[in-house]
């Protein structure tokens, strides 16, 4: 079935460097997508979207690419900070309904 | 805003228990909540659409009758895992979509640890 997956499960970032978390999607159909982040012991929390007509979008200190060609997406955090270390998921979803999420990257920002 | 919250946080309870799961959405109305459980270092997996006034959805191989939905109110939805047994500890999240928004993104509660002994 369709799924969504991502590349590296497991990432160590300097403090102060940039981070690139990504991730591949099946379904070409997907038209909305998602970059949650989980901290131990907590649920997902929003960080930033982006919907397919679009190509990329930033936030505070983040940007989501999305290339539809090649079906990735990745989640761009700059100069990370050690409240940056969680797991990091995207999700997509096609037409407003359920979500699927990627496997998942645990992301440790190195002192 | 768009909070969302859930109790309890944390249950251990015996083989056989049935445990009942709470979901809020606190400042908005949600007439559609989603239940997922997620094993440790594993994703989320949808179990069931919850929606308000009206059936669940339920995800395949998901068992209804296992996990039982119940929708009441734009702001409150309910788990209960009935006859729980080792294997349905699991982190079990919920999540809601605000009415008047619409759309998405999905706000996510704290999760609830179970532990079945």
């Known amino acids: 079935g369709e799924s969504v997956g991502l590349h590296l499960p497991t990432l160590s970032v300097q403090e102060g460097d940039n981070s690139i978390i990504n991730c591949a999607y099946s379904?070409?159909?997907?038209?909305?997508f998602i970059w949650y982040k989980q901290e131990s012991g907590k649920g997902p929390q929003f960080i930033i979207d982006i919907r397919s007509n679009m190509d990329k979008r930033q936030g505070q200190r983040v940007t989501v690419l999305l290339n539809k060609t090649v079906k990735h997406l990745s989640l761009q955090i700059a100069a990370t900070q050690p409240g940056d270390s969680a797991v990091y998921f995207c999700?997509?979803?096609?037409?407003?309904?359920?979500?699927?999420f990627g496997t998942g990257t645990r992301l440790t920002i190195i002192p | 805003g768009a909070v969302v919250s859930q109790h309890p946080s944390w249950v251990i309870c015996k083989s056989g228990t049935s445990v009942k799961i709470e979901c809020r959405s606190l400042?908005?109305?949600?007439?559609?909540m989603f239940w997922y459980r997620q094993f440790p270092k594993q994703s989320l997996m949808l179990m069931a659409t919850?929606?308000?006034?009206?059936?669940?959805?339920?995800e395949q191989g998901v068992e209804k009758d296992k996990f039982l939905i119940n929708h009441a109110s734009l702001t409150l939805s309910t788990l209960t895992v009935t006859s729980a047994h080792p294997e349905d500890s699991s982190f079990y999240i919920c999540?809601?979509?605000?009415?008047?928004?619409?759309?998405?993104?999905?706000?996510f509660g704290d999760g609830t640890r179970l532990s079945i002994l």
């Open positions: 400042d908005f109305q949600a007439t559609t």
């Open positions: 919850s929606n308000e006034g009206s059936k669940a959805t339920y």
């Open positions: 379904n070409s159909a997907s038209d909305y």
């Open positions: 999540s809601a979509r605000d009415l008047l928004r619409g759309t998405q993104p999905q706000h």
């Open positions: 999700a997509e979803t096609f037409g407003n309904e359920k979500l699927t």
